[in-house]
Each structure stands twice: as structure tokens, then as C-alpha cells.
């Protein structure tokens, strides 16, 4: 890989490639960058631009997902959340994470469970990724595809209901 393209791409902590392009001249971060809540990411880096995100924000950019379409369902069942990456409009293919919920966050649910409190999962994951995080964490009801704006109506509606939430968060 070329040095310019590890310097840019390495985290701040891992500043050798970093300070050895800047002795170079080179440029380190993206042109423009934006957070799509609920969507993904947008940015731009030489004249390049690049998304990183959901299938939605790819639907609504109009970038055509056919080629990683057949691997997607495949590893949302193994519990991944996908990032469709597309470069100057085309599909680039796909980047698959791994959701793990909290330590204790199963043993949590039960005792919210033995109180006899409803526990739902919102998520903004889809459907099949959510079902196999809430299986781990012994969740059975399951709000899948909610985006970030719209999940605070939904847990206040819920909690009008008397019924609880677990949340927990991606590692890095």
C-alpha cells in the first residue's frame, strides 16, 4: 500500500506512518467529511469520493449493490452489521463488523425479566443482525431498522407501557 495511503488511513495513535508523510508532504485527512446518522458516512479525499454505510443510503445515491447483495444476508444471520463502501458512485464492496453485546447484559435481561418487565431491542441494525444479537442476549422482541431520530418516540411509547430496554454498545 502506498505510504500517502497508510499515513491517511492510520488512527492518530499510530503516528510513524503519519509523521513519515507529513515529512513527505502529504495530505493526511479527507477533503470533506459528514455523518449520515442512521446512514453511514460521506467524504471526499483527492477528488475521491467515498460512502460508507447502509444499504438505504446506497439505495438513495443510487449506487447499484448487486455484486455484494448475495453475501450480505449470509453474514447479517452470523450477527454482522454490514457497511456498504462505494467509490465514485460504484459499488466497492462490503465491510462486515461484529456487534457483541455488554458482559453481563444476558444475566441483566433475566433479572429485568424475572421483575416482569417486557424487554425490546431497538437497533438501527438490520432485521437478521438484530435477531441474532437479542438471541445472545435473551431478547425475543425485536425493533429492527429504526433510524436514530426516530428511536426516542419509540422508547418513550414503550416505557408509557411500563416496559424496559438493555442497551449495550458496538466495540471497536
Known amino acids: ?11 492518530r495513535w499510530q503516528s510513524s506512518n503519519q509523521v513519515c508523510g507529513r515529512k513527505r508532504g502529504f495530505r493526511l485527512g479527507p477533503d470533506r467529511f459528514s455523518a449520515l446518522p442512521g446512514y453511514g458516512v460521506e467524504a471526499s479525499f483527492e477528488g ?30 452470523q ?26 447484559s444476558a444475566g441483566a435481561v433475566a433479572k429485568m425479566k424475572e421483575m416482569g418487565l ?6 438501527g441494525d438490520s432485521l437478521q443482525t438484530a435477531n441474532h444479537i437479542a438471541a445472545e442476549a435473551g431478547i425475543e422482541k425485536v425493533v429492527a431498522g429504526v433510524l436514530p431520530g ?23
Open 1 to 11: 500500500m502506498p505510504l500517502r495511503l497508510k499515513a491517511a488511513r492510520a488512527p
Open 48 to 77: 475521491t469520493h467515498i460512502l460508507a454505510g447502509s444499504k438505504r443510503l446506497m439505495s438513495e445515491r443510487k449506487v447499484d449493490t448487486t455484486e455484494s447483495d448475495n453475501k450480505v444476508d449470509e453474514l447479517a444471520l
Open 79 to 104: 450477527g454482522k452489521t454490514i457497511m456498504y463502501i462505494a467509490v465514485n458512485g460504484r459499488n466497492a464492496g462490503i465491510l462486515a463488523v461484529a456487534d457483541t453485546i455488554r458482559e453481563g
Open 118 to 123: 417486557e424487554v425490546i431491542m431497538i437497533t
Open 150 to 172: 426516530i428511536r426516542p418516540g419509540n422508547q418513550k411509547n414503550h416505557r408509557q407501557r411500563k416496559e424496559c430496554y438493555h442497551g449495550w454498545r458496538r466495540n471497536q
